[in-house]
């Protein structure tokens, strides 16, 4: 089974231990930003979406320009551009890349951030957008004609996309790959739906086991099948003691500049993956043989915020038990943004790479056998 890497580019560098620096938009930051992480033999680059930040659509437009082969997701929040506009949008860009997009739904775990933008549904209420949302995207990206929809969120008469995504689906149906992520109640039966990748943040091995088990369950019930994606933030070093220096090296200074920016420690968000990402951190800031919760202590969940720490042959060895349980995909970015994406190209996916065919040739034969 192949496995997916995803990295995450931004439009200036940024990080917890990084201020940020340049302008907001850096137009040459993010070219080097995305053709490194090209040269280092990532799948796909995420461009993040947040309330106040650059659109990540036409961040997505540039980094393709700048490409050849990379593709890219696309984090897209429900809610703030109409199912209709957004179809076009999703297949145009999709078409100007050469298939290369992939989207990233984000129904919204906060709602002060939500409000932001003038969105004031709760949180169960987002997800039930997002589920008509994506319901209607499939039908524009289908349909050889325009049709009505009277739905709970949105209203519409003759809808219809000329465009279409240039990337098909397994039915040979134009579509643009979904990813999606959340762990409430009210988020599962959303991905059983209509993912095909259901996005965890780094989770411990129990979490991952008993979470995608529910999902795996949610998409059985409507004939599909879902893969899935872990995020982790990967701290190499060439030996596992140098590797757990630079880690307290990195909260060391994650504490200093919250400190200079005026943070208070982070408290849980209304997220549930911020609150598993904290539960998990309550078994100790070493979970499992490798798994670093410190930063997600402090920061309160934000974000990906668990590490991998060791060399890259332990890191490796750390993904194949995540692969093991059926995870295909890690999205991984470093503290130090751009360079870790460099330094990750040189050992850390070709170890992994090789270990997943190993893993895989070994299944092959233990089948024959049996």
């Known amino acids: 089974m ?32 995305a053709q490194a992480h090209e040269q280092a033999g990532f799948d796909r680059i995420l461009v993040p979406h947040h309330s106040t930040g650059p659109d990540a659509a036409l961040t997505v437009s540039h980094a393709a320009a700048a490409t050849e082969r990379i593709g890219f997701m696309l984090a897209h929040r429900p809610g703030f551009v109409a199912p209709t506009l957004a179809a076009r949008q999703f297949a145009t860009l999709d078409q100007y890349s ?4 992939a989207v990233h739904y984000i129904s ?17 209420q987002r997800y039930a957008r997002t589920d008509e949302y994506l319901g209607i995207l499939r039908r524009l990206w289908t349909s050889d004609a325009p049709f009505d ?11 219809f996309s000329e465009v279409k995504p240039r990337q098909r689906d397994a ?34 091995l129990d979490q991952v086991r008993e979470l995608t088990s529910r999902v795996r ?29 630079r880690a307290e090296r990195i909260l060391e200074e994650t504490r200093r500049l919250r400190v200079v920016q005026g943070f208070s420690k982070g408290g849980p968000q209304q997220s549930v993956g911020a609150r598993r990402l904290l539960a998990a951190a309550e078994k100790g800031t070493r979970v499992d043989k490798r798994l670093w919760t410190a930063i997600a202590q402090e920061t309160g969940g934000r974000s990906n915020t668990t590490a991998l720490v060791g060399t890259p042959q332990q890191v490796a060895e750390a993904f194949l038990d995540y ?48």
Do not use: N
Request: hydrophobic share 40%.
């Open 171 to 204: 039915a040979g149906r134009p579509h643009v790959p979904v990813y999606f992520g959340g762990a409430s109640d009210a988020a599962l039966p959303v991905a059983g739906r209509h993912a095909d990748v259901y996005a965890l943040w780094g989770e411990s």
């Open 323 to 370: 692969y093991d349980l059926g995870v295909t995909t890690f999205l991984i970015r470093g503290f130090d943004p751009l360079e870790d994406a460099t330094d990750y190209g040189r050992e850390l996916l070709p170890i992994t790479r090789a270990l997943v065919a190993q893993r895989d040739a070994q299944r092959v034969a233990h089948r024959k056998a049996a």
């Open 98 to 101: 050469g298939g290369r997009l």
């Open 2 to 33: 192949s496995i997916e890497f995803i990295g995450m580019i931004q439009s200036q560098k940024t990080s917890e231990i990084h201020l940020p620096q340049g302008p907001v938009v850096d137009p040459d930051y993010v070219r080097r930003f």
């Open 149 to 159: 929809h009277h739905g709970d969120h949105y209203r519409f008469d003759a809808g």
């Open 108 to 124: 919204g775990g906060s709602d002060s951030e939500q409000r932001r933008d003038g969105d004031y549904l709760d949180h169960d």
């Open 217 to 245: 369950a949610e998409a059985a019930a409507h004939g599909r099948e879902v893969r899935f994606s872990v995020s982790f933030r990967p701290i190499l070093a060439a030996t596992e003691d140098a590797a757990w220096a």
